[in-house]
């Protein structure tokens, strides 16, 4: 099965696509935004190795890096029905400042069949989502179980945190667990280490996990580092997929924040170790060898059922100039022998519309493989659509696979 050849099409403003013909993506409103001012960025995830039971986590945000916010609902008829919304408290004041939370999709071990809810935590003296550079730690849950883990962040680093929801753990045949996250450096000072003098900067940090009978322990590996001179970012928000021959893909978020002159590139790198040490990055190509332009923006690499390793996220046309232009989104295949991206399989999913403006996002997404269709679902929110207006819907799109 692939990507089908006349399933991607640009969609046309915010109307849900609810008459789209067969082979064609569709897209619906997931949660709807509750008013002006707040937006809504939802996903749903399975809760078990196998069936239909879903989980879904709505946030509420009314400014950047922030959850005001969660609501978590629960399906077990694959979204057709949902229970009730229950809260979860993300922001609680504390003697030190405010204590924040970012819930992250629940994962599920195909091994043990346990499902791990991983979120971030940190107390933020004032409140400035920057100041997680020197707070954040992941925190882990197994299955329903009262006790709550913290991975313990590695010498020389002010935090260490989960990329966005894409960053989801991978299963390698040996049973090891990839967690992939990435650390803040610090100068002896206790200062960040920022080298590229762009907003942030951060080193690729593989996590590898191993059960001990029911605990699982997290051990970090040898960090993933960049040029600051040619990804002003360093290493942001790794996803993670296997390749043949047992080897681990790492495809990786750079920048030219501040150096708009750097061309703008997703980066690779590779592990032949199971994920203890991965190779210097290089500027992530096609698989006959061309460039692409891509943003400072998350994406993730996903398994589907049918063999093919996906990667969806954003390419642009011209060079972006650090985050943006966060459009077009697509998604192609993945050669799984050289870990490139195949160009014929590009595919556009959703676009930046003629009344839309220059700052829309179609970014900060989750994907997974419907159970029942095996479409590719995205949960992504439209953000900053239009103007001074701080808003969004939580949409699902569904892309659909077709037999080669």
């Not at 499902?115 to 550079?133: A, K, N, Q, R, S």
């Amino acid at each position: 099965m692939s990507l089908t050849r006349r399933s991607f099409v640009a969609l046309a403003g915010a109307t849900p696509l609810a008459h789209a013909a067969p082979g064609e993506i569709r897209r619906e409103i997931f949660v709807k935004a509750p008013g002006n001012g707040v937006a809504t960025m939802a996903y749903a995830y399975y809760s078990k190795a196998s069936g239909v039971e879903l989980v879904s986590v709505e946030g509420r945000w009314s400014r950047s890096d922030t959850v005001d916010v969660a609501y978590v609902r629960k399906s077990k008829d694959n979204g057709r029905t949902w229970s009730a919304p229950e809260t979860r408290v993300t922001g609680e004041k504390r003697p030190n400042g405010m204590l924040r939370r970012h819930i992250h999709p629940g994962w599920v071990d195909p091994k043990t069949k346990h499902l791990i809810t991983f979120w971030l935590e940190g107390v933020l003296p004032t409140d400035d989502p920057l100041e997680g550079m020197k707070a954040w730690n992941i925190h882990y849950r197994i299955d329903d179980k009262p006790t709550v883990y913290k991975i313990d962040k590695p010498a020389g680093a002010g935090s260490m945190m989960l990329g966005d929801i894409t960053c989801q753990a991978l299963s390698l045949d040996d049973g090891t667990i990839l967690l992939p996250a990435v650390v803040a450096p610090i100068t002896p000072d206790g200062k960040l280490y920022n080298p590229g003098g762009g907003y942030t900067y951060h080193y690729g940090q593989i996590l590898r996990g191993e059960w001990h009978g029911s605990e699982l322990q997290f051990t970090p590996t040898r960090q993933i580092k960049n040029d600051p001179e040619r990804s002003t970012r360093g290493v942001d928000e790794p996803t993670l997929g296997r390749l043949k021959g047992g080897r681990v893909l790492a495809v990786i978020r750079g920048s030219n924040d501040k150096k708009p002159h750097l061309p703008s590139w997703r980066w690779y790198s590779l592990s032949s170790d199971g994920g203890r040490t991965f190779t210097q990055p290089a500027p992530w190509t096609y698989s006959d060898g061309s460039s692409f332009y891509s943003p400072a923006a998350c994406s993730q690499l996903l398994h589907h059922s049918n063999g093919k390793l996906y990667w969806l996220g954003n390419i642009t046309p011209e060079n972006p100039k650090g985050n943006r232009p966060r459009f077009p989104f697509v998604a192609g295949e993945v050669d799984q022998q050289s870990g490139l991206l195949i160009k014929s399989t590009i595919r556009k999913v959703d676009d930046k519309q003629a009344s839309e403006d220059p700052i829309l996002s179609l970014s900060n997404f989750y994907a997974r493989e419907d159970r029942e269709t095996h479409e590719i679902i995205v949960h992504m929110t439209r953000l900053f659509a239009f103007p001074n207006n701080w808003q969004g819907d939580a949409y699902l799109y569904r892309i659909p696979t077709f037999p080669d």
